[in-house]
């Protein structure tokens, strides 16, 4: 059975940083395509950062230059570094990703920036 499990989430203060990690577990070969999102209460879903298996990457213009994203195959995993976080980037953050068969949905971290 498939599971992302996520971690890492938790409290930051406006220009602090956190860490969030995903493991891909029960698979054999990595994800090809491993995404991050975010969510608030009551809104969309937003696309964060995406890196592909050939470590590829792709930001959305609100996190370009602050938040980095990884991954590690062998582990199946990927990392969501952020820095200089405001208080706009509290949300639930999910990782996502797709194998060659079907996609993948975290269960979400919460992630709270406030001073």
């Known amino acids: 059975q498939v599971q992302l499990v996520e971690s890492g989430g938790g409290s930051a203060q406006p220009g602090g940083s956190l860490r969030l990690s995903c493991a891909a577990t029960g698979l054999k070969s990595p994800m090809v395509i491993m995404r991050w999102y975010r969510q608030v209460p009551g809104e969309v879903r937003e696309f964060v950062a995406a890196a592909r298996s050939d470590n590829g990457t792709l930001y959305a213009n609100s996190v370009k230059g602050r938040f980095t994203i990884s991954r590690d195959n062998k582990k199946n995993a990927v990392y969501l570094e952020m820095n200089s976080l405001k208080p706009e980037d509290t949300a639930v953050y999910y990782c996502?990703?797709?194998?060659?068969?079907?996609?993948?949905w975290g269960q979400g971290t919460q992630v709270t920036v406030s001073s």
């Open positions: 996502e990703g797709w194998t060659t068969e079907r996609e993948y």
